[in-house]
């Protein structure tokens, strides 16, 4: 099986309740966008020299507050019950 059919085998449980939040004034300062890059999840998009954001199909793998040299970017564990469920670990 192929990862991105693993992928899709995943359950998400939607909290209302941002677990990420993104400092667009410290991103408007960045030229390398690597929060686009790293992310495996796609949650960041670059659109017209401005990233948007998406936490709904986060994967919780903690790879853009990593990259994200600016500090732009505040990560924190989803609550209880909320985030991904991996069926295959």
Known sequence: MK???KLALNKFEIDKEVHITVDESKC???NMTVC???CPADCYVLRDQHITFSYEGC???GSCRIACDKGAIKWVNPRGGFGISYQFG
């Open 59 to 61: 994967l919780e793998c």
């Open 36 to 38: 686009v890059y790293t």
């Open 28 to 30: 408007r300062e960045c």
């Open 3 to 5: 990862v991105e059919e």
